[in-house]
């Protein structure tokens, strides 16, 4: 079972991302970003799920710090907000985002994403996102 790693400082996040995908990937859960490089590193997962807007890290630091380390910069990384420009996002990107998810999350879209991501990556197209 592929694991997922859901980056936020809100617990009912997890919950309806564990309700929505539980019973196809392991969900490993993180609310700062110390605990989220702890778990990338030792859980390692296939995604990372990140909050743009957590409230005690910036999400831009936790993901350079994602891609500088070569233990997790080759995890895809997916970022979700309820509200984000495009310049917002298009600045993620450039460091390093693979995707963007919109709160609240629509099933087929939230699975469709991961799917894709995950498959890019197990086929040896990282590269590509």
């Known amino acids: 079972m592929?694991?997922?790693l859901v980056a936020d400082d809100m617990p009912t996040v997890f919950e309806q991302i564990r309700e929505i995908i539980g019973d196809r990937y392991e969900v490993i859960t993180a609310e700062t970003g110390?605990?989220?490089?702890?778990?990338?590193?030792s859980r390692k997962?296939?995604?990372i799920l990140l909050d743009m807007f957590m409230d005690d890290d910036m999400s831009e630091?936790?993901?350079k710090d994602l891609k500088s380390d070569a233990e997790t910069r080759?995890?895809?990384?997916?970022l979700m907000a309820s509200d984000a420009t495009i310049m917002?996002?298009?600045r993620y990107?450039?460091?390093g985002a693979a995707d963007f998810l919109k709160k609240p999350f629509v099933e087929n879209v939230l699975f469709r994403r991961i799917d894709v991501v995950c498959a890019l990556k197990?086929?040896?197209?990282?590269?590509?996102?």
């Open 34 to 41: 110390a605990e989220v490089q702890s778990e990338a590193k």
């Open 2 to 4: 592929k694991k997922i």
């Open 61 to 63: 630091d936790i993901l």
């Open 88 to 90: 917002a996002i298009s």
């Open 45 to 47: 997962p296939d995604v």
């Open 93 to 95: 990107y450039t460091l």
């Open 74 to 78: 080759n995890i895809p990384v997916i």
């Open 122 to 129: 197990d086929d040896g197209h990282y590269d590509l996102i």
